[in-house]
């Protein structure tokens, strides 16, 4: 599709989710965008003082007027004297909030799942290491059988390609980009495994050896995790 049509498919999608999240905000903020404070109504009467002096007569241990010995409103106040106050947030104030607790939530979630994976990965990466160096022939074979999958990877996507092109991208197409991508992940990973089974070049031992103690170095890391 030509640069036009992109920009204008971009666009509206940029504003159809600008407009959805607004109503969605904003009708939360009418419903539920107030604040409720808990508080205590307090009052108490008047002294005069006559003599500035007077005012020395305070200690830590006499803080309040006789005869209420360390007691003042707040202390005896009754229960009915709590109450509520309800005032209705900003919406800066209101969204920030909003943006806090989901993304409190979501980061409980995955990064607790992050947290318990990370260390199950590393060791199960040890156990699934390349146990030694694969021969010239096995390296050859294998390196075919990867180019072969990577020509069939191409001519689906180049066939995905012309169907995007053709305007015909419905949850068919969507569905065989996901399985595409999914099969080019995997293909690079073999790759990379390829490649860390057949080390090449003048410092081929050097790369093994390394190879090898990047792994023990997974598999402690994973133990302590």
Excluded at 68 to 83: D, G, I, K, V, W
Excluded at 181 to 195: G, H, R, V, Y
Excluded at 196 to 221: C, D, N, R, S
């Amino acid at each position: 599709r030509s640069v036009g049509k992109r920009l204008k498919s971009a666009l509206i999608w940029v504003v159809a989710s600008a407009v959805v999240c607004g109503l969605v905000l904003g009708i939360l903020y009418a419903l539920i965008g107030k604040v409720d404070f808990t508080v205590r109504h307090l009052s108490s009467s008047v002294q005069a003082f006559p003599n500035p002096n007077q005012f020395g007569a305070f200690t830590s241990g006499q803080p309040c007027i006789a005869p209420l010995t360390r007691q003042c409103s707040a202390n005896t106040a009754p229960p009915n004297s709590q109450t509520t106050w309800t005032m209705r947030a900003t919406f800066p104030e209101y969204v920030v909030a909003l943006a806090t607790i989901v993304g409190s939530v979501l980061f409980t979630i995955f990064g607790g799942v992050g947290i318990a994976c990370l260390p199950l990965s590393l060791i199960f990466s040890f156990v699934r290491r390349p146990k030694a160096v694969i021969t010239r022939s096995q390296y050859i074979k294998e390196a075919t059988e990867l180019g072969k999958k990577a020509k069939e990877l191409k001519k689906a996507a180049e066939a995905l390609h012309q169907e995007e092109r053709s305007g015909n991208k419905g949850r068919k197409w969507r569905k065989n980009v996901k399985a595409v991508e999914k099969e080019l992940l995997l293909l690079e990973n073999d790759m990379n495994a390829l490649e860390e089974m057949y080390p090449q070049g003048e410092k081929a031992e050097a790369t093994w050896a390394f190879t090898v103690l990047a792994y023990i170095g997974k598999l402690i890391f994973g133990i302590v995790g």
